[in-house]
């Protein structure tokens, strides 16, 4: 089968796309013949060598996400899914069954969900791993409804998410976003946007002067941008942030969302598609390329600025 990896770590120049074994379910599998998978942040820090890939055996398959049909369910596997069946499924990369960027991968079957009814292979290969990150995310801000939760990066794939749930939970949203991009986030549902250019926590304060009962960060702004967090409250973080004195003084809870935490959830990936199937979510392909053009895909990344997620069609 065609898969697209790295032998070595570095730049994107490092990405090639190569032949590799086809896997076959197996025990509490089911195999899908894959048509779309995405490119993510977090297959730059793997193609860099920054995760614990090196522990494996080159090559190694990137991609957390894809979109495809079940052709083949193992022994003994519980699920409800069949053969034939579009699908969803969440992916890791340093684990043995792989990544996503391939044309077949066998994956514990909790791992696979059924794909929002109506959409493309590529609309929903963005949903599965960006959309339990967003929903981590926010279940550990832990926020009742009616109370105000900020969102960096809100016109990013995890960030439009977050506004998305974070608005059906019945939250007030502060979407921290360009100028650019206010339109954007405003029609994703957020209440107020503010500028993400200068110093974020006072911006945020200036909409919300009593302070935001938790702060959803999805680029790594938490140090700063918690000031706009009130005491007690949580800032809830997608890229993880230090514990700093201020936090303790403060007693702001700080959390990592690690998509571990809900990684064979089925359940949470049935909900969001549901909620696609709604209309409460939008599922946002920033560009669809081929496999082959995984280099360019990558370096597109690379220069940031992507308004939902790239898309490599197999």
């Not at 209440?191 to 911006?203: E, L, M, Q, S, Y």
Request: with cysteine; net charge neutral.
């Amino acid at each position: 089968m065609k898969a697209v990896g790295v032998t070595c770590f570095g730049g994107p120049e490092v990405i090639d796309v190569f032949d590799a074994p086809e896997p076959h379910a197996g025990p509490g599998q089911v195999r899908v013949r894959v048509h779309a998978a995405t490119v993510n942040p977090g297959d730059r820090f793997l193609r860099g060598g920054f995760t614990g890939a090196c522990a494996l055996r080159p090559p190694y398959v990137l991609g957390a996400e894809a979109a495809g049909v079940v052709d083949e369910i193992g022994p003994g596997t519980r699920t409800g899914l069949r053969v034939g069946d579009r699908v969803m499924a969440v992916a890791v990369p340093t684990s043995a069954t792989g990544g996503a960027c391939a044309q077949y991968v066998a994956l514990p079957a909790r791992q696979v969900a059924l794909a929002p009814a109506g959409t493309s292979h590529a609309e929903a290969a963005t949903l599965p791993m960006n959309g339990l990150t967003a929903r981590l995310a926010l279940d550990l801000a832990g926020l009742a409804p009616g109370r105000t939760v900020a969102v960096t990066g809100s016109a990013g794939a995890v960030g439009g998410y977050a506004v998305q749930l974070a608005r059906a939970d019945g939250l007030t949203v502060v979407a921290v976003a360009s100028p650019d991009d206010e339109e954007l986030v405003r029609s994703l549902g957020a209440h107020r946007v503010v500028p993400r250019a200068g110093d974020i926590g006072r911006n945020i304060l200036r909409a919300v002067p009593s302070g935001v009962d938790g702060l959803v960060d999805t680029v790594g702004a938490g140090a700063s941008a918690s000031l706009a967090v009130r005491e007690g409250g949580t800032l809830s973080s997608t890229v993880g942030v230090g514990s700093t004195e201020e936090l303790r003084l403060r007693a702001i809870r700080n959390r990592t969302a690690v998509l571990t935490a809900y990684l064979g959830d089925v359940e949470r990936l049935e909900r969001l598609r549901i909620q696609v199937e709604q209309g409460r979510l939008t599922l946002r392909v920033a560009r669809i390329l081929p496999a082959e053009e995984a280099v360019a895909a990558h370096r597109l990344l690379e220069r940031g600025g992507i308004r939902g997620r790239l898309v490599l069609e197999f």
